[in-house]
């Protein structure tokens, strides 16, 4: 890739992570700049009683272990499970982060994705983005359907890097798939399909390849 700034866009806390995880430390060892914004700290869903911002203070962990500049990581406030209902706001706000970033790349959920919090901001992606390259990462929990079409070849270093992020959302560990054992086989799974150890794999609903890049 020769891009110089990247924008991942996770529904809410974690998706980035468990998504594309490998793919972001792989970028930043490459030296492009890359901005997160989590739409919903989740709030909602901790149990009774629990940190309010639990999930926000998770999140800038993870990214930290990423590498992400803390500068470039953003937590909204809209209500997991509402996304729909709010719609409008959510496209606006991709607009202002669009105008504000200027990406040359954006990471979002799959259309195929059937989360409801997760198809909207896939839908308002290709919406607010649709002069930018957009990439849709897979949620295999998520997705009756997903095209592997590009395929993102990483190294061990960014293997752990990604399981080290994920363990920072302590309060997400009973989850199956913050396990290490299934993110480890699934990297595995999509690297033998290219000949390489380990790969995450993104839908391509628009390259743009302007004069600086090769096709």
């Not at 700290?41 to 992400?68: M, N, Q, W, Y």
């Not at 990483?154 to 920072?168: G, L």
Request: net charge negative.
């Amino acid at each position: 890739m020769n891009k110089k700034t990247v924008l991942v866009l996770a529904p809410h806390t974690d998706d980035g992570e468990l998504a594309c995880g490998a793919t972001i430390s792989k970028l930043l060892r490459f030296g492009i700049d890359i901005h997160y914004v989590a739409f919903s700290s989740c709030g909602d869903s901790l149990s009774p009683g629990s940190d309010p911002d639990r999930l926000i203070k998770e999140l800038h962990a993870a990214t930290k272990v990423l590498g992400i500049p803390q500068e470039n990581v953003y937590c909204l406030d809209y209500r997991v499970r509402r996304f729909e209902e709010n719609r409008q706001q959510i496209l606006d706000s991709m607009i202002t982060l669009n105008r504000k970033i200027k990406p040359d790349i954006v990471f979002s959920p799959s259309v195929h994705d059937i989360h409801q919090d997760h198809i909207t901001i896939a839908k308002e992606c290709l919406r607010a983005f649709k002069k930018n390259t957009i990439l849709q990462y897979e949620v295999p929990w998520n997705n009756y359907t997903y095209d592997n079409q590009l395929f993102s070849c990483v190294d061990e270093v960014d293997v752990e890097k990604k399981i080290e992020a994920v363990k920072c959302y302590v309060s997400q560990k009973d989850r199956d798939y913050v396990k290490e054992e299934f993110i480890r086989g699934l990297l595995i799974t999509h690297g033998v399909q290219v000949g390489h150890r380990y790969a995450e794999v993104f839908e391509i609903p628009r390259m743009i390849a302007d004069e600086n890049t090769v096709v």
